[in-house]
């Protein structure tokens, strides 16, 4: 087994359980791990690394693939995107791995999209995103716009009756195209936005966020803050009256794990849109539960991307089989309308655009720090990477613009702390 060196003592431990043997000592295949250990997203990254050594393992477990074990190479992106690059540029050309399971920002996505894209690399990317994006070198198994951010916000509008948005997320891509979609359709609904704030990436300076949105009084807030901001930030929120009965926030990047590091008492009430929760009720994800519970400890959760990075590698898996092959151009034609039980239900991959077919769900947070599942769709929703509201042509200038501010980066300039 091939690793970098990074701090979390557990994941080393973890990646030592993967090198059982598959078959007759054929040289190994290796697999990239690309997420981040430590910063400010090690929060978030941390369980999606485990899940997908624990989906690897059942892999070699069921005989590898081709007859070949796989061998994870499990590097840290440090919650930076030059780091994030370069991890992806070594991965492709000296460790020369098949295929890649990684990252969760879209500013670390965007940074290694052209890598992958220039050494025909085939990258895995487990996370709900903004959209705005189709690569033929990328496998998105998490959520489009259309399969969270759009279903969260006509739910809040028809469901609950909210007219009056706020929106406040980190200052990166994703919040700020999210927010740009979210935008559009408020619009469209007749409905208004009342504040948007952003905060950095890692930053714990949110008293400015707080006061807008104390001052504007929405009926709801959404939130697409990353990371260990959260922290601060519904620390603050709380400490200024707001609460989830009066104003309540959807959030778009909190889940199960993320909870485990907030003050439950005060998120009860407030909600979350996910493709999956940990309380599907379902055998398929009730193993799933006991499997990574009996791996990594009894009280652990799981969430959303955690679920998406194991199924993707599972996905994987399966079309290099059925492929005859692990080269990425092959992979890609046999993936291509590929179906699998996963446990928060069935999904399919898009034959033209490579994002999945997902059943979309809201939940509320309750008292044991899970979610109750309070609407879905009764069935998967087609992907639609690039929101209507706009032509694609519009999205892309809009992104150019973003990056031309940002001096050639996929997040906003770090600011000075107080």
Known sequence: MHYRPFIFTTICLLIALVTVACSDGQEPIKVGVLHSQTGTMAISEVPVVEATLM??????ASGGVLGR???????????????????????????????????WT?????????????????????????????????????AAPNQQIIPAVSWAYNTLGKRRFFLVGSDYVFPRSANAIIRDYVTALGAEIVGEEYIPLGSRQVDHAIEAIRSSQPDVILNTINGDSNIPFFQALRTAGIKPAD????????????????????????????????????PANKKFVEDFRKRYGADRVVSDPLEAAYFGVHLWARAAQDAGSIAPEDVRAAVRDMSFEAPGGMVYVDHENLHTWKVVR????????????????????????FPRTRTRAAWDEFLARLYADWDGHWAAPARKED
């Open 55 to 60: 989906a690897i393992d059942e892999v070699n």
């Open 69 to 103: 074990r796989l061998e994870p190479v499990v590097v840290d992106g440090e919650s930076d995107w030059g780091v994030f690059a370069r991890e992806a540029e070594q991965l492709l050309i000296e460790d020369k791995v098949a295929v890649v399971f990684g990252c």
């Open 106 to 142: 879209s500013a670390s996505r965007k940074t290694v999209k052209p890598i992958f894209e220039k050494h025909d690399g085939l990258l895995f990317y487990p996370v709900q995103y903004e959209g705005i994006e189709q690569s033929p070198n990328i496998v998105y198994t998490g």
């Open 247 to 282: 104003i309540p926030t959807f959030s778009f990047s909190i889940a199960e794990p993320e909870l485990q590091s907030l003050d439950l008492t005060t998120m009860v009430g407030d909600y979350a849109a996910w493709n999956y929760f940990q309380s599907v009720d379902s």
């Open 362 to 385: 809201i939940g509320q947070i309750n008292e044991d720090a899970q979610f109750k599942i309070v609407w879905s769709s009764d069935e998967p929703v087609r992907p639609v990477p």
